[in-house]
T-cell receptor, first 118, second 120 residues
Framework: AQKITQTQPGMFVQEKEAVTLDCTYD???????LFWYKQPSSGEMIFLIY??????QNATEGRYSLNFQKARKSANLVISASQLGDSAMYFC???????????????FGRGTQLTVWP | GAVVSQHPSRVICKSGTSVKIECRSL??????MFWYRQFPKQSLMLMAT?????????EQGVEKDKFLINHASLTLSTLTVTSAHPEDSSFYIC????????????????FGPGTRLTVL
């Protein structure tokens, strides 16, 4: 079974609007970490935000926030006030055993291509 | 934030030659580095986990003799694609795991800018 599922191959949003990128995950490990990365056309992977499975509050980093719903196993990324420069591929990723082995491998979803239009 | 570099950024080679890609953590020591491969418009696929001073751990289906990984120091890991063929053409990305800083779960993997390999 897929550990990370991103069901939106592409999303479009108008500049200055908010957009939500979906991510669901599958794990039986009680300790895990969830990540979002942005990959522009240049190819580099840019770390955006992290949420630990034991964190009580949703993570926020500037215009990025992670809507963490543990019971639903979802970790949606919300980008507020979209900018043209936000156009990129966005990947959701998970690392299991987050407290025991913080350097473990990441499992990636297929990604969502976000296009911001003026 | 942490910086990871990769060299070269692009390489074009003839079929049958070997290509070495370097991954360096510039401002921290990385006991673990990861090598990923990404085909166009697809996700990242983990190829192997590289641990400093020990043998790399390869994912199922990845040929160890074809993709040689060396992690000789805490700041450098290399991936050598031996006897490259056109089907090896891809985008190769490394990431470096930073040690605990600030508590469990607060560290993450930082990615290099990637190397685009084209085998003619």
């Amino acid at each position: 079974a897929q550990k990370i599922t991103q069901t939106q191959p592409g999303m479009f949003v108008q500049e200055k609007e908010a957009v939500t990128l979906d991510c669901t995950y599958d794990t039986s490990d009680p300790s895990y970490g969830l990540f979002w990365y942005k990959q522009p056309s240049s190819g580099e992977m840019i770390f955006l935000i992290y949420q630990g499975s034991y964190d009580q509050q949703n993570a926020t980093e500037g215009r990025y926030s992670l809507n963490f719903q543990k019971a639903r196993k979802s970790a949606n990324l919300v980008i507020s006030a979209s900018q043209l420069g936000d156009s990129a591929m966005y990947f959701c990723a998970m690392r299991e055993d987050d407290r025991g082995s913080t350097l473990g491998r990441l499992y990636f979803g297929r990604g969502t291509q976000l296009t911001v239009w003026p | 934030g942490a910086v990871v570099s990769q060299h070269p950024s692009r390489v074009i080679c003839k079929s049958g030659t070997s290509v070495k890609i370097e991954c360096r953590s510039l401002d921290f020591q990385a006991t673990t580095m990861f090598w990923y491969r990404q085909f166009p418009k697809q996700s990242l696929m983990l190829m192997a986990t590289s641990n400093e001073g020990s043998k790399a751990t390869y994912e199922q289906g990845v040929e160890k003799d074809k993709f040689l990984i060396n992690h000789a120091s805490l700041t450098l890991s290399t991936l050598t694609v031996t006897s490259a063929h056109p089907e090896d053409s891809s985008f190769y990305i490394c990431s470096a795991g930073r040690g605990l800083a600030g508590g469990p779960g607060t560290d993450t993997q930082y990615f290099g800018p990637g190397t685009r390999l084209t085998v003619l």
